[in-house]
Nanobody, 130 residues
Framework: VQLQASGGGSVQVGGSLELSCAAS????????MGWFRQAPGKEREFVAA????????NYAGFIEGRFTISRDNRKNAVYLRMNRLEPEDTAVYFC????????????????????????WGQGTLVTVSS
């Protein structure tokens, strides 16, 4: 699968953005999906993950209810809605896919490690200014 992230941009503190990740290829519903981010000078970190059917989600602790991950399997897309953005959210945001053959479409392992994912998009830059 190939992943294309978009929707990044510049926003002021407290603002909102919605990132999108379009997936090409077949059987999008066989992938658990995740978002990671990498701030300047820092390592890439986990943001959120979603199960194959979108019914189960997992978030990093720092999100504190500000972000929402969702997906639309008919459109082969996963989204990250980000509200109440802070300067610390400035980063390049990456979407990632983990192929899972069989099993429950609702089940989601933690999926918080980079090694949990098989495919990565190119990233989209989010800049939050005060």
């Amino acid at each position: 699968v190939q992943l294309q992230a978009s929707g990044g941009g510049s926003v002021q503190v407290g603002g909102s953005l919605e990132l999108s990740c379009a997936a090409s290829g077949r059987s999008f519903g066989t992938y658990a999906m995740g978002w990671f981010r990498q701030a300047p000078g820092k390592e890439r970190e986990f943001v959120a993950a979603i199960s194959k059917n979108g019914r189960t989600t997992n978030y990093a602790g720092f999100i504190e209810g500000r972000f929402t991950i969702s997906r639309d399997n008919r459109k082969n897309a996963v989204y990250l809605r980000m509200n109440r953005l802070e300067p610390e959210d400035t980063a390049v945001y990456f979407c990632a896919a983990d192929f899972i053959a069989g099993g429950s479409a609702t089940y989601l392992a933690t999926h918080s490690r980079e090694g949990d994912y098989d495919y990565w998009g190119q990233g989209t830059l989010v800049t939050v200014s005060s």
